[in-house]
């Protein structure tokens, strides 16, 4: 795989940072309809994705397990949001899916990404 699983998450979780900066900018509370720990955890990836994004890009094992933790997280956040929220639609079911795949590539890039990052 080399190190397009690397880029491809960083461009994933850039991606993510700039979803919930423009949840964010749209006013707040950004997510009103979740509990506070749920959206306090929501409004911490508009920092953690592009610090996440940027240390795979600097090539740093840190920046595996960062994003690798992200999207787990991630994936368990939008399945509570999407299952036991009752806000939760079919459509959010099938984000959450998705992000829920990102999640185990996630690892399985870590797996293999490890030994040619530097420490």
């Given amino acids: 795989m080399g190190r397009r699983g690397e880029v491809g998450q960083a461009l994933v979780l850039a991606y993510g940072g700039v979803v919930h900066a423009v949840q964010l900018a ?3 509370p950004p997510y009103p309809w979740v509990p506070g720990w749920l959206a306090a955890y929501f409004v911490s990836l508009t920092v953690l994705d592009p610090v996440a994004a940027w240390l795979l890009l600097e090539r740093r094992r840190v920046g595996l397990y960062l994003a690798a933790f992200i999207l787990v997280t991630d994936a368990l956040a939008n399945g509570y949001a999407s299952y036991y929220l009752p806000m939760g639609a079919p459509a959010s079911r099938v984000a959450q899916a998705v992000i829920t795949g ?16 530097r420490r």
């Fill in 26 to 28: 749209g006013g707040w």
């Fill in 102 to 117: 990102l999640a185990v590539g996630s690892l399985v890039v870590a797996y293999q990404a490890r030994p040619r990052m």
